[in-house]
């Protein structure tokens, strides 16, 4: 007998169009990256960019040609510190991990839709509908993982407002690895959320991974200016594999550490959201409808 999928699609439908009609949420999870665009990497771009003006020489006034120097002398110190970003501007740099920083938030709200549906009585609804369990996880999983992908592509197309050196191409490419790291975090989200009665709690136990997580990924910084311990604790993050094959496919810098590779990085993350996925499910079909 074959399988009827009409409750996976009905769950994708619904959590689509869920987003769609909260208008609050869509600008925020587009406003909160663009922020971050603005403010850290703009802001931030000019601690790193030299220019002959901050070269200051002492006792220069006998020496021929002094602005010559001074010019090559800014173009070295510029070319040592993008070197540190992969060869790229720190604007360009940021610009690029921005995606799956929005893939990576967004797919913990759906963890936090779950406790609301808990509260809304919806959640008992889906523990008592007549179709398996596991279908109907993995269809809230799939809807939520499709908005955050495109999320991300939207937020990929705001980064060319900031930066000129981004690979048009390279946006749909990246758009595979973006969905499967957001099945992966929306996983996660749902065990979590399943376990909690309040989004309150589950708020605060998200803020003490979001920002380990994201300081790991090497989003705000390069993972291999990072102390020993914490390229080794990045290593284990799969955040960081996202955030190294995005960079990678928009910028066409390396930016990462051995043995990371985009062929890497994809089976990471598909191993990843298959494990997490599954937990979800086996999660899902141990709940009760007095949880």
Request: glycine fraction near 8%.
């Amino acid at each position: 007998m074959a399988l009827d999928i009409s409750p996976f699609t009905a769950m994708v439908y619904r959590q689509v169009k869920r987003w769609w009609s909260a208008r609050s949420r869509v600008v925020s999870v587009f406003l909160n990256p663009l922020l971050w665009m603005i403010f850290m990497g703009l802001g931030m771009s000019t601690v790193f960019t030299f220019t002959p003006k901050d070269i200051v020489v002492p006792g220069t006034g006998t020496i021929p040609n002094i602005g010559d120097i001074v010019d090559a002398m800014a173009k070295y110190v510029q070319q040592v510190v993008n070197s540190r970003f992969g060869g790229l501007d720190y604007a360009t740099f940021m610009v690029s991990g921005m995606a799956t920083m929005s893939v990576f938030m967004g797919s913990f709200i759906a963890g936090i839709s779950v406790i609301w549906d808990k509260q809304f009585g919806f959640l008992k609804e889906s523990l008592v509908a007549p179709a398996p369990r596991g279908v109907v996880i993995m269809g809230r999983i799939i809807g939520d993982s499709i908005i955050n992908m495109f999320n991300g592509l939207v937020v990929m197309c705001m980064g060319f407002a900031i930066s000129r050196s981004l690979n048009p191409l390279g946006m749909f490419i990246t758009l595979p690895y973006l969905f499967v790291t957001s099945v992966a975090f929306t996983s996660l989200g749902i065990i979590m959320a399943l376990r909690l009665a309040s989004v309150e709690g589950f708020q605060m136990i998200i803020n003490i991974f979001n920002m380990p997580l994201m300081f790991l990924s090497g989003v705000f910084f390069p993972v291999t200016t990072m102390p020993e311990w914490m390229r080794n604790a990045a290593l284990f993050n799969p955040l960081s594999y996202t955030v190294h094959v995005v960079r990678y496919w928009l910028t066409g810098a390396n930016v990462g550490i051995s043995p990371m590779d985009p062929l890497l990085d994809l089976a990471v993350l598909i191993s990843t959201s298959i494990i997490l996925a599954y937990a979800a499910s086996k999660q899902f079909e141990k709940t009760t409808v007095e949880d």
